[in-house]
């Protein structure tokens, strides 16, 4: 069964909006998540990760939101852009063995 | 410098034909991991090596599924008498496994198998 989930499954956002991906995950030895971003074609790369012990993570455009009680995490992506355009996974482990959400097509009009 | 590599990009065969999907990590990278992306659906854990450790292949859906890590180098993932729900995309990934850390898994382009 699928460990960590993701929603939505695509979403559409203006340019200069504000994308919003949400994961959740049930098991509590998970101590490291990271986002990937993968464009049509490629594999996906690391985009930005987080330890549970840190609520939230910032670098350039993206942001983690970290909520531990609820066993949930989102990534924001501020002022989206046309390059932005990608299907984004949300993944979760606790040493190697990386969890992956079903990932999410974000489509960001110009 | 190079990144990880797969050959070939895309490969059609017929149901009950074996096929070879090879892998070459960064170089260096002591790490490599096997994934597989079905349409719609996330990345799938298939199998890791670590150096000469012997590798954790948990995650190989059946028995007609191997793989081997050569010269703690390149890598080959087998499929034997592929079945039509074996089409899907398989990436393979490698990192420089750090102590007690976090490695970032460098992705390469993957390798299309379409199973006719």
């Known amino acids: 069964q699928q460990q960590v989930k993701q929603s939505p499954q695509s979403l559409i956002v203006q340019k200069g909006g504000i994308s919003i991906i949400n994961c959740a995950y049930e098991?509590?030895?998970?101590?490291?998540f990271p986002w990937y971003q993968q464009f049509p074609g490629k594999g996906p790369a690391l985009l930005i990760a987080?330890?549970?012990?840190?609520s939230e993570k910032k670098e350039g455009r993206f942001t983690i939101s970290f909520n531990k009680s609820a066993k949930q995490f989102s990534l924001h992506i501020m002022d989206s852009q046309p390059g932005d355009s990608a299907t984004y996974f949300c993944?979760?482990?606790?040493?190697?063995?990386?969890?992956f959400g079903a990932g999410t097509t974000v489509t960001v009009r110009a | 410098g190079a990144g990880v590599s797969q050959s070939p990009s895309n490969k059609v065969t017929e149901k009950g034909k074996d096929v070879e999907l090879r892998c070459d990590p960064i170089?260096?990278?002591?790490?490599l991991y096997w994934y597989r992306q079905s349409l719609g659906q996330g990345l799938e854990f298939l199998i890791y090596?670590?150096?000469?450790?012997?590798?954790?292949k948990s995650g190989l859906p059946s028995d007609r599924f191997s793989a081997e890590r050569t010269g703690g180098s390149v890598s080959t993932l087998t499929i034997q008498r592929t079945q039509q729900e074996d089409s899907a995309v398989y990436l393979c990934?490698?990192?420089?496994?750090?102590?007690?850390?976090?490695?970032?898994?460098?992705f390469g382009p993957g390798t299309r198998l379409t199973v006719l």
């Open positions: 990934a490698s990192s420089f496994r750090l102590a007690g850390g976090r490695d970032t898994q460098y």
């Open positions: 098991n509590t030895a998970f101590d490291y």
């Open positions: 987080i330890r549970p012990d840190v």
């Open positions: 993944a979760a482990t606790r040493d190697y063995k990386l969890s």
């Open positions: 170089s260096g990278h002591t790490a």
């Open positions: 090596f670590q150096g000469n450790s012997a590798p954790d």
